[in-house]
Antibody
Framework: QVQLQESGPGLVKPSETLSLTCAVS?????????WGWIRQPPGKGLEWIGS???????YYNPSLKSRVTISVDTSKNQFSLKLSSVTAADTAVYYC???????????????WGQGTLVTVSS | SSELTQDPAVSVALGQTVRITCQGD??????ASWYQQKPGQAPVLVIY???NRPSGIPDRFSGSSSGNTASLTITGAQAEDEADYYC???????????FGGGTKLTVL
């Protein structure tokens, strides 16, 4: 069974960098699929942040692209998110998820982590 | 604003059928996937592609599409189906990571 688990600080100060890691078990990242980050502000909907393939190819939400970096460590079977210059608007539950190939006509996010709340506050 | 539009809230009587819709120009060309999210939990994939259910999803959940509208139908809604439902598909550039605003389903 594929499992994803987010980890990282739950509180980040304004203007600093948010850093999260997603550990994957039950499936080798190097075997395929894409690995993404999605966030959900309290009481609001889902917003895709970006995704990475095991080769290191990345796709970012244009609205966040200037502040986002996603990387992968296949040796540890995990991938990471860095979001710089955070503000209160970045307060959200952050999920990591696995999704199918970019060109898949049946595109879907099939496995999700439980999510981690990150609050931006001084 | 999202390129996929959902009704904010829908209600259904226990055991009846309900359709949750998602509208967007990209849906004329691409399938949607659907996610169920209960309070405090991560989203769960319930429908993807033309009408595919992941293992473990009850067959009362089904998907369809017509024109610019994708639909998730629950036939014989159960109390445990009360949740938020999100659609996901592609934007006008073909990027597959757009979510609708979500629909809160209440089972009466």
């Amino acid at each position: 069974q594929v499992q994803l688990q987010e980890s990282g600080p739950g509180l980040v100060k304004p203007s600093e960098t948010l850093s999260l890691t997603c550990a994957v078990s039950g499936y080798s990242i190097s075997s395929g699929y894409y690995w993404g980050w999605i966030r959900q502000p309290p009481g609001k909907g889902l917003e895709w942040i970006g995704s990475i393939y095991h080769s290191g190819s990345t796709y970012y939400n244009p609205s966040l692209k200037s502040r986002v970096t996603i990387s992968v460590d296949t040796s540890k079977n995990q991938f990471s998110l860095k979001l710089s210059s955070v503000t209160a608007a970045d307060t959200a539950v952050y999920y990591c998820a696995r999704h199918s190939d970019y060109y898949d006509s049946n595109f879907n996010f099939d496995y999700w982590g439980q999510g981690t709340l990150v609050t931006v506050s001084s | 604003s999202s390129e996929l539009t959902q009704d904010p809230a829908v209600s259904v009587a226990l055991g009846q059928t309900v359709r949750i819709t998602c509208q967007g120009d990209s849906l004329r060309s691409y399938y949607a996937s659907w996610y169920q999210q209960k309070p405090g939990q991560a989203p769960v994939l319930v429908i993807y592609g033309k009408n595919n259910r992941p293992s473990g999803i009850p067959d009362r959940f089904s998907g369809s599409s017509s024109g610019n509208t994708a639909s998730l139908t629950i036939t014989g809604a159960q109390a445990e189906d009360e949740a938020d439902y999100y659609c996901n598909s592609r934007d006008s550039s073909g990027n597959p990571w757009v979510f609708g605003g979500g629909t809160k389903l209440t089972v009466l």
